[in-house]
Each structure stands twice: as C-alpha cells, then as structure tokens.
C-alpha cells in the first residue's frame, strides 16, 4: 500500500499520537492528503515538545549564544568551547524525567547512554558525568524506590562504559514526589581533526545504520515524555528504552576510530524518535533529502513493521553520511568492535523524507516539515504574576517567633541553634550525597582531581592527547601552530576544566525571573569556588504544562532570567533540553504540577590545575573571610531552607542577584587561588552562612570560631537571619596567616567594604563555635556531631525504610 492510499484517522488514533486536532488539520495540508499509519507517527514524535521545542522555542531566542570561545552554539548534538592549547570541550545536559519515573533503573541507565552518544557524536571522547536529581520526600517508600533505582541506573551505565560521574546534586522536596527529574550532563575532549555535525550532504553519498539492532523497545518515548503523567503511565513501559553500555562502549571507540578516517560526512545519534529524529534532522539541516529503505536495518525482533522502525527508541544506534566508495571502510571498522553496519539509505535531492519497506514506499514527507518547519506556541504571558506568588511576597519575618541568642521558640520549648544547625544539617537536600556518589566509579579514568563532595565544582584534568588532529576552525586555522610545538604544549600542559550543575528550584518558585538569574549566579560561583573562568552553559528546562497559564509565565520569567544572567556573567548558551508537561495527577485527577526548575550545567577554564582548592579548612590559624555581603547585610529567610525545614514555611523571595558585586567577588576568588592566597572557598548556599561554615568543618576535618561582629550602630532581633539566610554573594575562603596582610591589601582595593574577616580555623577537637559580639556563644558543637547528622542523612532514611 503507498502513504497516499491510507484513509483518515478517528479522532482518538489522533490524539494517542500526541497530536492536536489542528495540528493534523496542518499536517493533512502540508502533504495533500492523509498520512499514513507510520507518517503518522512520525509527525508525533517529531511534533512533540521533547523534539521540536513548539512551546518553548521563541522564549530561547533571547539566549545568548555567542562567545570568543564558542566553536559550536545551540542546533547541534552538543555544544563546544575552545579551551586554547588546541584543546576543545563538548558538553551538553539532558533529560530523562519520564523514562525513570516509570521504570528508574532502565530509564536513568538510558539517560547516560543518551547524552554520552550526543558528546562522542561530535568527535569527541566522553571523559566525565554529572546529574543533577530531584525527588519528592525521602520519607515515602515510593521515594526511596525511585532514588534508589534512579542512582543504580547511573552507577551501572556510567561505571560499565567507563566514565567517571565525577560530580551534581540532589533535592528533595514533596513537589516531585510523582514526577522525579534525572537530567545528565557530560563532557568530551575533542580528538577528531573536525569537528563533526550533523547535517547531510553529496548527492548519491550512502547512508549507513551502525550500532545496535532495532526492537520494540522504546516505542513513542518522545511523545511519552511530552505527555502528563498518569496511573496509566505504567502501561507506557514500551516507551522505556533498555541500554547496553559495554555495547556502548564498543561504540565510542568505533565511531571515533571512523571520524579520524574522514569517510563520515555527517554524524547524528538515534536518541529521541530514532530513525525518524536521524534521517529528517540530517536532511533538514543539510539542505537535501534521505531515502532510507528499512529492510537492511538490522533487527532484533520479527514481524516489525514500519511504524515500530521509525519510532523505536532502542538503544546504542547512530546514522552515518559517508563519502561515496569509502562505505566498506567504515563498516570494517564497526565489524571489527562487534557492531551492525549497513548501508541503509542514500542521500537525495528531492528534500523529503523517503522510507521504504518491502519495495514499495512506506512514507514520504518533506524533511523541514519534520524538523525545522514544526508548529510554534507563543502565548500570551500574564499581565500580573499569579496569585499564589503575590501572596507568598507578602510574607514578613514577622509571623516568626521571637528568637534570643538561646534559639527560638518552637512547639512550646526553645530550640537552641545547636539543634537548628543539626536538623539542617541532618536534611537530605542539604545533606552530604555520598550515599550516591560511592557508588559512582568517579575515578576511572584517571582524571578526577577533586573527589565528589570536596569542592564546589568538579575538577577534571586534561589529559595529553596521543594524537592532536588538525583544527580545521576559522578559529584554529587564525592560531595555527607546528604540530609538533602543538603536541608538546599539551603534553606540558597543567589545563583543567570545571564543570557544576546548578538550580534552587525554591527560589524559581516564588520568583522565576530572580530566581533563574540566582541559579546562573551559583553556578559561576561554584566554579569560581575551584579557580575556575566560568565559560559557558548548557540548560535543561523542566517545568509543568506550558498550556496552562501559570506554567507558562513560569517558563517564560525563567527564560527571561537566564537570557539576562548568561549575558551579565559573559557564559553563552550552547544548547540544552527542555522537559515540559513535568505533572502528575493527584488523587482527584487534577494535574500537580513540579517547582519550576531550569537546571544549568556550566563548564569553566582551569589554567594551572595545581592551583585549584576545596572547601575544607587546610589548617589550624587560618584565616576566615566572608567576601561579598556583611554578615550585617539585611538578607531575608524568604525562600530559605531553614525556613521551610524548621517553620514549614515556602514563602518570601528569592534574594536578588548584584552581578557587579557577582563578578568581582568571582574575580576576587578566583584571583586569591590562583596567587596561592586562598586555601579553601565555598559559597554560601542552601543554610546559609551557618551551613556554609559548618560544610567547610566537616570536609576539612577542623574546627572554626566564628564572630559575629555587629556594627554597634545595628540591632539584631533575628540571630536566625544571621544564622541561616540566603541567597546574595557570599563566599567562604580561608587564608594562611602568613598571608594575611597581602590578601586583606588586595581585598580593599578590589572588593572595597564588601569582604569581612569573620574568623579562624581551629583545631578538630574545638569543634564549631558561632559568638556575638559580646562573647556570648550561639553555637558551639563538636565535628563529630555536624559529620554524624550530615554524612548519615540519606543512608539512615534508606535503612529505616528496610528495617520495617
């Protein structure tokens, strides 16, 4: 039968492809007639939010996207930064939400391969992973399920291919206790001598199918992930993909053994939609069309038929444009690792889409109608922000007890600062994630410098390349350097990179625009805390239905944050993922929706790895400072997570970035590392200054005395705004002694009165003492009880839950 002889669909067959009855009408229009049964299908995957962006992709043009070191912007599998020293990154971040809801081991396992196929597609070798998790309370059984599946599903895939997970985070909060978010995030040093994109070209050149068999496994998976979730959602297991990462890693090391021949002209991974995404985003970007005859893709399964080749999801498969007459190099070289590799398809003229199937044509579609001429959403954006967030501005310090240097009045007893910072400490959003990063092959490699949990960003070292390829970059060709001078200056080179994922989802809550720029102002932060040049990001946007107006202003506010935060740190957008309809229905079937959440993998320069620090106290008689905002600043609990851990309270604002106080307190940091001046830093986050120092004991293993000195001038009614407020520039550093006249001369010229000396490290068994201005003690409490409560917070939840 041809795609022109299928009759119209019922309105039901519609709508279980993800597809609006307007969009078909548009559809039906654009081809003259009804698709087919598997036209139809392509069109929903293809036309699904997870692919073609329909909602979310007029507020992305407001990102910047260009940058001295930019080699590689948004559009292609991932985006690459120049690193000088002709070394160039690959990074991007994805998402697989959906996936690991349903089935978390599968569907987290997936999500590795995912993006690890999106950074070796490019050319370049995966050499790290970092996530970024959120569920709902780690009290729930379900919880615990999920997070337990979710983490061994990333320790398999990312510890059998073999690259270390070397950093992330992880919340906790009732928001996504039906919605769970596993975003992934990797990193690849280029080793190709170009750069490969995705885009076919050469009339008559061969498409070849390499990698992995096809199945039935992952059926719809890009409509399953632009659809609310349900209690019918356990039936869409199908739409869950099934890895094999030492296929995986049999795939790495043949494709960039075939890049480095210059056969392949263009490469593309079969992520989302499969051989639909490959073949109509090749066509389409290259200006051509691909004819693709599914009889010679190797199956793994009998009976398929053409609408389960276009959209399976199955695992480990890439889609090649070769050079004519060089096919058979390239399929000995896929032999050779075990793997499929088949001529498949040829590129044409004609920019359609042509899928074959038993002689005869089992679709034909234009390629842009797939990928790029695809519907657009842009809707109309409330004149006021919702009530839900007016009321929640309206909150005041006020409602709170009244609190002494004792504590605070609490369920009709005092609870006493010790206590207030224990039960912080003892919570698993602030909690130390070594449950989950030991189990995490975070080494492997050989190139982790700073363990998980000892810094604020990751730390990866650059390793020598045996082979430095020639740069075929405008930007390169404009450096060119002798190949031999070029090897030698790597192989002598002490160059790093950073990378840190980032997002208070709280504070994009209550304020999505402040919110997102606090969320790029952390991320910088945190890579300034290594000694690291912030660079450039990748985002991933989860977030509810767009359809429904409060989950659009969300998104768009956020959007609007990021655009203007990325623009006033100079970090340039090079791509990313957008995760919408991220809602589950409660009990009465009414669609709840998660916090707003634009993650954002940032990635920074190291120029000297030997000039890098942790957060922890280096040594007894050192030092502290507090750069950035006074301890005396007026910064608000609105937002806080003592203020919705201790009072049960999600209220208030988020605090407003100062990018002028951002950047130079960055350039301070970073600065004071790089002279040898600074032995620890670490930013003042979730907690508070309180939390900061006592994260700061605990990695260093040292006790600190802090003092509080208030200018007499100002009063202090709330020790706990001192204590535990958010939010503002604030980093923690430590400085050797002997250097403190150089280091306060420098901060006066630089940060002015913005900086405060607010203490020294002490010896372990001291512990952690907090002290007003007259002496009297706020806390004071032992390593040994903070260490307890924080690296026990998680395990001592799963082991409860086990024991009953």
């Not at 320069?605 to 620090?613: G, W």
Request: hydrophobic share 40%.
């Amino acid at each position: 039968m041809t795609a022109s002889s299928k009759p119209a669909f019922s309105a039901q067959e519609i709508a279980a492809e993800g597809i609006k009855p307007e969009e078909y009408t548009e559809i039906v229009r654009r081809l003259g007639r009804h698709p087919n049964k598997a036209e139809l299908g392509m069109f929903g995957v293809m036309w699904s939010e997870h692919c073609c962006y329909k909602n979310s992709r007029p507020l992305l043009k407001q990102f910047p996207t260009e940058g001295p070191r930019i080699l590689v912007g948004p559009g292609e599998n991932a985006g690459v930064v120049d690193l000088g020293d002709g070394l160039q990154l690959a990074f991007k971040i994805e998402s697989h939400n959906h996936p690991s809801a349903v089935e978390p081991f599968q569907g987290a396992a997936t999500g590795v391969g995912g993006i690890l196929r999106d950074i070796f597609t490019m050319g370049a070798r995966p050499i790290a992973l970092l996530n970024s998790l959120r569920f709902g309370s780690l009290e729930d059984a379900k919880t615990q399920r999920l997070f337990s599946g979710v983490v061994a599903g990333i320790a398999h895939y990312g510890n059998c291919v073999g690259v270390p997970t070397v950093g992330g985070e992880v919340y906790f909060d009732s928001a996504y206790s039906g919605n769970p978010l596993v975003n992934v995030m990797a990193l690849g040093l280029m080793e190709t001598p170009e750069i490969v994109k995705s885009g076919a070209s050469g009339l008559g050149n061969p498409v070849l199918y390499v990698g992995s068999t096809t199945g039935r496994d992952g059926m719809g998976g890009a409509s399953f992930a632009s659809a609310e979730l349900s209690d019918q959602s356990i039936d869409d297991r199908p739409a869950v993909q099934v890895g094999d990462p030492f296929l995986e890693k049999s795939l790495i090391e043949a494709c960039l053994e075939a890049f480095k021949t210059g056969a392949v002209v263009a490469a593309q991974d079969m992520g989302a939609a499969g051989i639909t995404c490959s073949t109509s985003e090749m066509a389409a970007k290259g200006g051509v069309g691909i004819e693709l005859d599914l009889d010679k893709i190797p199956a793994r399964e009998t009976g398929m038929v053409p609408y389960e080749y276009l959209l399976s999801e199955s695992q480990e498969r890439m889609l090649f444009v070769a050079h004519k007459g060089r096919e058979q190099e390239l399929i000995d070289i896929f032999h050779r690792w075990g793997l499929q590799a088949v001529v498949a398809g040829t590129v044409i003229a004609e920019p359609i889409v042509r899928i074959l199937f038993q002689g005869a044509v089992a679709a034909e579609i234009p390629a842009e109608a797939l990928a790029e001429n695809t519907p657009l959403y842009e809707r109309e954006l409330l004149a006021e922000p919702p009530e839900y967030a007016r009321q929640a501005w309206e909150w005041t310090p006020d409602s709170l007890p009244a609190c002494t240097t004792a504590g605070i009045e609490l369920q009709g007893g005092v609870e006493s600062w010790n206590d207030i910072l224990l039960t912080l400490l003892d919570t698993p959003t602030i909690a130390s994630k070594n449950w989950v990063y030991r189990q995490y092959d975070h080494q492997v490699q050989n190139n982790t410098v700073i363990l998980p949990g000892g810094a604020d960003a990751a730390v990866v070292r650059l390793r020598p390349l045996e082979e430095i390829p020639n740069r075929s970059t405008e930007r390169s060709r404009s450096r060119s350097v002798p190949q031999e001078s070029l090897k030698s200056q790597i192989q002598n080179s002490k160059l790093g990179v950073a990378a840190t994922v980032d997002c208070n989802p709280r504070y994009v809550y209550l304020d999505p625009y402040e919110g997102a720029k606090a969320v790029v102002a952390e991320a910088a932060r945190n890579l300034s805390c290594v000694g690291a040049e912030p660079l450039a990001v990748t985002d991933n946007l989860n977030f509810g239905s767009p359809e429904k107006p409060i989950g659009y202003w969300q998104l768009a506010e956020a959007c609007r944050g990021l655009a203007e935060g990325c623009r006033e740190l100079a970090t340039p957008v090079t791509g990313g993922n957008v995760s919408l309809y991220n809602e589950t229905l409660d009990s009465q079937g009414i669609p709840q929706p998660i916090y707003p959440t634009p993650v954002v993998g940032m990635v920074g320069l190291i120029p000297d790895i030997t000039k890098i620090c942790g957060q922890g106290w280096q040594a007894s008689g050192d030092v502290i400072y507090l750069l950035g905002l006074p301890l005396a600043s007026k910064i608000s609990l609105g937002a806080s997570e003592y203020l919705a851990t201790i009072h049960n309270t999600v209220a208030g604002k988020p605090p407003r970035i100062d990018f002028d106080l951002e950047r130079r307190v960055q350039k301070v940091c970073r600065e004071g590392i790089r002279n040898g001046w600074v032995r620890s830093a670490h930013d003042s986050a979730e907690g508070g200054v309180a939390i900061a120092i006592a994260e700061c004991c605990i990695a260093g293993n040292l006790g600190a005395e802090i003092n509080l000195e208030i200018p007499p001038t100002q009063s202090i009614s709330r020790f706990d705004e001192l204590l535990f407020a958010e939010g503002g520039t604030r980093i923690l550093v430590s400085v050797a002694s002997a250097q403190q006249e150089i280091w306060e001369s420098y901060l006066q010229e630089h940060l002015g009165q913005e900086w405060q000396r607010v203490g020294t490290v002490c010896d372990y068994e001291i512990g952690l003492g907090v002290f007003t201005t007259d002496n009297q003690a706020l806390i004071k409490v032992r390593i040994e009880d903070m260490n307890d409560r924080y690296s026990h917070a998680i395990a001592r939840r799963l082991a409860i839950h086990t024991s009953t």
